[in-house]
């Protein structure tokens, strides 16, 4: 299961309107069980590495970059770029492609937008396995990007993180980097993507570094990721809670045990007396955020292969 065997069988444009096309590649069998892998940041893009996950031979992997994300047009975009719009994107790639149910997977932020399809439209969802799912409510935002949460284990990260605030409330901080990722001076823009950037990459996977990224890419990803928290996800949490029951799909949810972006205790919060016997939350002992993480690869992998079985 490897990137070099996976047969491209189709990649294509797809005009969602606004001004918008959303980039779709489909790989693997095209007689296979149809899944779409949608990916997190929210603004990360897909790369052919996620395929990685898949058994090629069985599935029929369908890669989406979202609105603004990776190779969609125009890269960046924040216009119309929302909640509502990224879920009505992926029901229109699936009657695009005459797909009547597919699978779905998804790490981060796409995990949360996988969880708030399938329960949007529970006909048309056969199972799904999600990992490092995060709750986009006030205590996952404020643990994730504010002075009380992980600002309180990643002490010098944190503080380089916020190097050149002059306060650390929340508001102040998100205002902070939009002036800089939208200054008109290259150099500005770069420092503070590369800040943005390596924060989260501190909580996803300590240790690591940020390697030599597309600039654009990094860019635009820091762009939608800032945009998307400073308006409370656009009501995904609210969203969350009024849809989870109505979820029919299995749904595997596999959080690491130092999962840093999304701590475990977060997720426990959130579907306590919520989550139906369909979904079925596992803690996955020594696993980080990242899937550069060889526990968490594994154990997303494992299911996703009995995914395919069942």
């Known amino acids: 299961m490897s990137a070099v065997q996976s047969p491209l069988l189709s990649r294509t444009w797809l ?14 069998n095209p007689n296979g069980i149809p899944l779409l892998y949608l990916h997190g940041g929210p603004g990360a893009g897909c790369s052919t590495e996620d395929l ?27 216009k119309h770029n929302n909640l509502h719009t990224l879920l009505d994107d992926i029901e229109r790639v699936r009657c695009w492609l005459n797909v009547p149910q597919w699978m779905l997977a998804g790490g981060s932020f796409g995990a949360t937008l996988a969880l708030l399809y399938s ?6 969802v056969i199972s799904q ?46 205002a902070h980097y939009r002036s800089k990722l939208e200054n008109e001076c290259q150099e500005i823009r770069h420092d503070a993507t590369a800040h943005w950037l390596s924060w989260e990459m501190a909580l996803a ?33 609210e969203k969350l809670i009024v849809k989870l029951p109505l979820i029919q ?9 130092m999962d840093w972006v999304c701590p475990f205790k977060v997720l426990q919060d959130f579907f306590k007396g919520r989550a139906s016997q369909l979904v079925k939350v596992t803690e996955i002992k020594g696993g980080y955020h990242a899937l550069a993480d060889v526990k968490m690869a594994k154990a997303v992998k494992d299911a996703i292969r009995e995914m395919a079985k069942q």
């Open 119 to 124: 329960a949007c439209y529970p006909n048309r």
């Open 249 to 257: 799909c299995q749904t595997y949810v596999l959080q690491g045990e």
């Open 15 to 28: 005009d969602v309107g606004d001004d918008h096309q959303i980039y779709v590649a489909q790989y693997g």
């Open 205 to 237: 996977y300590p240790g690591s570094m940020l390697g030599e990224a597309n600039t654009p890419f990094s860019q635009s990803l820091a762009s939608i990721e800032l945009y998307y928290v400073a308006n409370d996800y656009f009501g995904a949490f």
């Open 52 to 78: 990685k996950l898949f058994d090629l031979s069985v599935y029929q992997v369908i890669l989406l970059d979202q609105r603004g994300a990776g190779r969609s047009r125009p890269r960046g975009e924040l």
């Open 129 to 174: 396995v999600l990992w490092g799912l995060f709750i986009p409510n006030p205590a996952g935002i404020e643990w994730l990007y504010g002075n009380s949460g992980a600002a309180r284990l990643f002490i010098d990260e944190y503080r380089a993180f916020t190097q050149g605030v002059e306060c650390q409330e929340l508001e102040v901080l998100l």
